[in-house]
Structure formats: C-alpha cells, structure tokens
C-alpha cells in the first residue's frame, strides 16, 4: 500500500514529466490549423519569444505560439488539452515570480495581440473606452492615448503590458490611482478563451458564450467570471481585448520635491500630507544605485549621486539637526479640476501645512529641483521602455493595508543597506544590487466608477481602511550569484515578522508577489478567496490556468514556488488542486460515436458553412464525423473519418 508522502511524490513526478514526442507532435498537428507563428526549442526565434523580464524564469516551454486572434488561441487550447501538456501565457513579460512560463508547455505569447483603438461608449461614464488587446505595453498605450489629452491608471514602467498588469489589479504611484481606483475597476467589459476553448464576451451582468455553440451564463455569486478575471484573472482565462474606461482630461505630472524624513514625526507629517486632503497623492521614493542608468543625462548624474546625497546629509546635521539622507516625494493634484501639472508652489505650501520638513528653502531652488527631477525621471522611464528580456534579475516584496510605519520604521531608518540613516550609501550595490527602489505611497482614493461600486474586482481593496499605506521594494541585478535576493529576504522576513504581530490584516498585491508565507491567497483576495476557488471549479475544473500562487494552487506549494525561495521550502511542486477526470469540451464528441479506425467522432462541427450534430452524408457517399474542429466549431481540414455503424446518422432533407 502506497503512502499519503509516497503518493504526493509519484503524482508530482507524473505531472511535471515532460510531454512525450508523441503528444508534442499531436500539439503540432493541431496547430497547422492555426494562423499564429509556432516555434519549438532550437528554432532561430525560439529565444525571443522564451525569454521574459526577469532572467530567473528560466523556464523551457515545449512549444511556443504567437496567436493572431482569439481562434488561433481557442485551437492551441484544444490542442494542448488534447496533447495533454499544460499551458503558459504571457502579454508584458514582466512577471517577478515567472508566473508568465512554465516548463514543457505550450506557451502562448500574446505580444501579436497589441491593438489599441479609441471609441465612443454610452456604456463608460465618460463617453468614452479603449479597446486593448493584451499583449500592448502601456509605452504603446501612451503614445496611441497621450497623457496630454487623456488620463487612465496604467503601468509605470512603460514595457509592463496591458493583459497581467490589468488582470492582476493594476495600480500606479503616482496619481492616478489614488484618483480613479484599481486598473481593474475601469474594466467595462472582456472577451475572453475559456479552458476549453470556447470564445465569450465577459460583462459585469453575464458571460456570452459565441462560439462554438452560442450560450449565456447569467452571473450569480458562485460563477462570477467577471468579478473573478478583474484581480485573479490569470487562473481563469485568455482575455484577448478590454473596454477600459478612459477620462478626457490630461493625467496630471507631479511636483517632485525633497524632504527629510529622519524621525517617527517626519514621517508621520508626509502621511498626513498623502492623506489629509483630497486633493493630493503623495509617494516617498527611493532609489539606491550608482552606474544603474546608461542614458547621457542619468549616468553622469548617477555617478555623483553618493557624493550628493552625502552633502545633503551633511547639510541637513548642520542646519536640521537631522542625520539621514533627504527622500524624494511625488505630490500629485488629484482634484477635479487638475490640469497636466501640479501647481508645485501650492504642492511645497500643502506639505508644509502638514509638517513636512523640505529640504530646499526658497521657491526658486524648488522650481529648479523639480524641472531637473522630472527631465531625468522622464529619461530613466524612456530609457526602461528599451530594457532586455532576461538582462536582469528580479527580487521584490510588497504590503499593503499598513495603519502606519511602525512595522518597518527601524528598517527604514537603521536598516544597513537600505536605512535613511546606514553608513554606507552603497551597500545595497555591494551586495550586489545594481539597482533597488523603494515606494511609500499613501492610499487616498476620492471616487469610485459605478462599475467598481456595483462590481467590485477580487483584489483586497481594504475599504474599511482608506487611510492606509502601501510599501514595495524591488530590486534587480545582473549577475545569478548575487547576494542581492539574501538581502531582499533578510528585510521582508523582518517586516513580515513585525506585520504579523501588530499588523495582521495587512494585504499583499498579486502583481508584485512577496513569496514567504502560505497565507498567500487570503493576503491577495481576502474574503474573496473561497468565492473565487468556487467560479475556478465553474470555468476551469480541471486547472489549466495554474501557474505559482494561482486560484486553485495549494498553499504550501505557493509558498515555496517563487524564485530565490528560502532553500528551507519542502513544499511539492505546483500541482493542479484536484484530480480532473471529466476532460470533455465543446469541441469533443458528447456521444460514444466513433469512425470505424477507432477515433472520436466531434460534435457539433461546421461543413461548408452546415452544422452537423450526428454524422453526415454531406459530400461524401457513406456517414462521416470530423475528428478534430478548431475555435469556431468549424472542421479542420484532413481529420475526419467514416462513422461506425452503430452512429446515429443525420437525416438528409
């Protein structure tokens, strides 16, 4: 008798042994039915379209694919199902946990599908949406919708694409958040592939299935695709287009000022500058590197940023009597009426009113300090658009939902490579980090979208808390054997140490995932969590969209399945989270019918423009069924067979 221990093992070796030659070349056949480009290792481009942000996804898909519409993705869905190999999906690339590829699959690489249109929509409140297709950057975004003409919550590195930023929730620092809510809440509508291949429209009120066989799901708690793809997306289907709510107003650029932040008071003075009024969104900024950035105007900048920010100090014990370096803080007018820049006269007198202490003294220094900190900010992002695939490195971690900043105060003041007030400016750099930043921004929502009021997203939005903070770091480097994730590790377990005692409804953001606890769902979710493992068991019983910390992985496995997890994780692989014998779908016989070789008959199935449901004399001049069909329902050339005798046949009229 085999073990509960030994059975976990053999399941595990099962599942995530690589696909046979047989089923990658039942995957391949299927696939001649489709119009996108199909690589497999050892392709010239199969590189290219491997590899993603962070260079820790190392990770061998079995064979790649870049769909050029939805039915190119609802046959290589059927076609992976059938080969019995599991699926990956990426848009942006730019995952930090390597959620977006997965070793042995059929990787889809979305980045074919980038288009981007502006419409008129009685449906949004403005009048106006974007139709975009996820694998568009925001960088694209941007230029197709200038942010001198029109504002929407979008990615703040331009190179993260539309589809993960918007199904994981979709947040942004610097205004547009704390103005407008979550990415995810301006969503009006999406279409969407299905586990098993069928194609449908996704409203907040039903699921219109189109093809192959026209159906309407009508919401209800317990298959809610709509609720479910707006925080959780990535477990639950391929969104191939979003209706996003767009504003006919220019998104507002922030003032850029320097502050000091050197005790407990300080920092208590810029939350309640973030929080105070409604009219502004405030974040501290950190960034800790030297040779980082490579563009003409940063480099040199960057170079003598130690030596700066060390005069800074110096000038801060003499005339503050503070001893830490200055922050940076992004003070955005939120108010209705903002243009495209912050008034940073009045941004310097609002924080000032609350008790921020700055830095600089007389108006025109601030003015000078801004528009030289919003030129280089401008360069460093043009400069990100242009990064590598696979150049760097990725560490993070990310909590939400903080009443204050107790839990990480002696971190930020005293912490040795990243403290306000650490020795060594550079230490983070030599341990290895080449470049690290650090975010403080302070939840001050002012509206809500009547979509996100009657529909709310499964992201843990903490309402009950509207005046709390959010903290991320996130680290990059170039080589594997940095120090630089020990370093991330050591700070996050410290925090994480303290959250749990004197902050234990604290959240984490499914987009930048910290990988150290299995209570991993309910810190992305909430309450939300057994609701959403419900609408899985709805539209993906048999788990085909499972990647690391999905709706439907186990908790321990979630915990363990990141890159640089501690080397003490045990937990088995990633696994689905049940048995899955019912692997029917619409494109699969419904019937026992077989053609006389042995093979399944397929119904329903589209013949020169006729649908059959049993089999057919059409063109033919004994019975006969198609064997395989592709997204629309419709018979692929080449697969078919003579019905055996005991199959219905259809009537011929």
């Known amino acids: 008798m085999v073990d509960l221990e030994t059975g976990l093992v053999m399941l595990t070796i099962l599942l995530l042994a690589p696909p046979s030659t047989a089923s990658i070349s039942t995957v391949l056949a299927a696939l001649q039915n489709q119009a996108g480009q199909v690589f497999v290792p050892g392709d010239a481009d199969y590189e290219s379209h491997r590899v993603v942000m962070n260079a820790a996804c190392t990770d061998q898909p079995a064979v790649i694919v870049v769909p050029t519409s939805e039915a190119d993705i609802s046959i290589a869905l059927v076609a992976a199902r059938e080969g019995g190999i599991p699926i990956s999906i990426r848009s942006g690339g730019h995952s930090y946990t390597c959620t977006n590829i997965k070793a042995a699959a059929l990787h889809l690489d979305l980045r074919g599908l980038h288009r981007i249109q502006l419409v008129q929509d009685t449906g949004s409140p403005t009048g106006l949406a974007a139709i975009l297709e996820p694998g568009a950057q925001w960088g694209q975004v941007l230029r197709a919708l200038p942010a001198e003409r029109f504002s929407y919550p979008h990615g703040q590195c331009r190179s993260v694409g539309v589809g993960g930023y918007l199904l994981g929730g979709g947040v942004n620092w610097l205004g547009t958040y704390n103005k407008y809510g979550y990415g995810a809440e301006n969503i009006l509508s999406m279409r969407v592939v299905l586990a098993d291949g069928r194609i449908a429209e996704v409203t907040p009120e039903r699921t219109q299935v189109e093809s192959p066989t026209p159906s309407t799901v009508v919401h209800t708690e317990e298959n809610n695709l709509f609720f479910a793809l707006r925080g959780a997306g990535s477990s639950y289907g391929v969104v191939t287009q979003f209706k996003y709510i767009v504003h006919d107003v220019p998104e507002t650029k922030p003032a850029i000022l320097l502050a000091w932040a050197d005790t407990p008071e300080d920092l208590e003075a810029i939350k309640a500058a973030g929080q105070d009024s409604p009219d502004y969104s405030l974040t501290i900024s950190l960034e800790y590197t030297r040779d980082f950035w490579t563009n003409q105007l940063a480099a040199p900048v960057y170079r ?254 979630g915990s363990c399945c990141c890159p640089f997890a501690s080397s003490s994780c045990s937990a088995a692989p990633l696994a689905p989270a049940s048995s899955c014998t019912n692997t029917s779908s619409p494109f699969s016989s419904t019937s026992s019918c077989l053609t006389i070789s042995g093979a399944p008959c397929t119904f329903p199935f589209t013949y020169k423009g006729e649908t059959h449901t049993e089999c057919t004399l059409s063109g033919f001049a004994t019975p006969w069924c198609s064997t395989l069909t592709d997204g629309s329902g419709g018979h692929v050339t080449g697969n078919y067979g003579d019905c055996a005798g005991d199959c219905p046949v259809e009537q011929q009229g």
């Not at 903080?402 to 341990?431: P, Q, W, Y």
């Not at 005046?467 to 020990?486: G, H, I, Q, R, Y």
């Not at 377990?493 to 953001?509: F, G």
């Open 304 to 557: 003598l940023f130690p030596l700066i920010m060390g005069i800074l100090r110096t000038v801060g014990r003499v005339r503050e009597g503070t001893n830490s370096y200055p922050v940076f803080l992004t003070v955005t007018d939120i108010s209705p009426t903002a243009g495209r820049i912050t008034d940073l006269q009045k941004a310097v007198e609002h924080v000032q009113n609350a008790g921020v202490r700055l830095v600089l003294k007389k108006s025109i220094a601030h003015l000078l300090f801004h528009f030289f900190g919003e030129i280089l900010y401008e360069r460093n992002i043009q400069e990100q658009e242009l990064w590598q695939n696979g150049d760097y490195y990725l560490s993070s971690f990310n909590f939400g939902n903080l009443n204050s900043h107790k839990t990480f105060e002696d971190i930020f003041f005293n912490d040795v490579s990243f403290g306000n007030k650490r020795s060594s400016f550079l230490d983070s750099v030599h341990a290895g980090c080449d470049y690290c930043f650090w975010m403080i921004h302070y939840r001050n929502r002012q509206s809500q979208t009547s979509i996100s009021l009657n529909s709310p997203i499964s992201t843990e939005r903490s309402e009950s808390n509207p005046n709390s903070l959010d903290t991320n770091l996130v680290c990059m480097f170039k080589e594997s054997s940095s120090s630089c994730p020990a370093v991330v590790s050591r700070v996050k377990a410290s925090i994480e140490s303290s959250l749990a005692a004197q902050e234990p409804t604290y959240t984490k953001y499914a987009n930048f995932p910290s990988c150290s606890s299995s209570d991993w769902a309910s810190r992305y979710w909430g309450s939300s969590s057994g609701r959403l493992e419900a609408i899985k068991e709805e539209w993906d019983p048999c788990n085909t969209f499972n990647h690391c910390q999905s709706i439907g992985s186990t908790t321990s496995s």
